[in-house]
């Protein structure tokens, strides 16, 4: 049985950091498509960033350039390190896997979810 357990979450000040982590188990999580979302009250869900086993990532235009994606093989960790935070980044955020692909194309069905973790940004 597939498991994500989100961590790393809490309230931070504009131009603050925060580093997220996923543990995974019941599978080899760096051999899948795995992701980061968000969900703000009221929005609907979005992509952050995605990595494949490929190790190609790619991110929302939002998040460019303030947000990196990266995992740990050994750990069978994947993480997010948010910097620059920004208020508009407020949400539940995230992890998830699409354990029927390897590669992530932009139109993976993620059927592997966590249970989130809130990240609240102040200004």
């Known amino acids: 049985q597939v498991q994500l357990v989100e961590s790393g979450g809490g309230s931070v000040q504009a131009g603050g950091s925060l580093r997220l982590s996923c543990a995974a188990s019941g599978y080899t999580y760096s051999t899948y498509c795995m992701g980061w979302f968000r969900q703000a009250p009221g929005k609907e869900r979005e992509g952050v960033a995605t990595?494949?086993?490929?190790?190609?990532?790619r991110y929302a235009d939002s998040v460019k350039g303030r947000f990196t994606i990266s995992k740990d093989d050994a750990k069978n960790t994947l993480y997010l390190q948010m910097s620059s935070l920004k208020p508009e980044d407020t949400a539940m955020y995230y992890c998830a896997a699409d354990i029927w692909s390897w590669k992530c194309s932009g139109k993976n069905e993620f059927n592997a979810w966590g249970q989130g973790t809130q990240v609240t940004v102040s200004s």
């Open positions: 990595m494949g086993a490929d190790g190609i990532t």
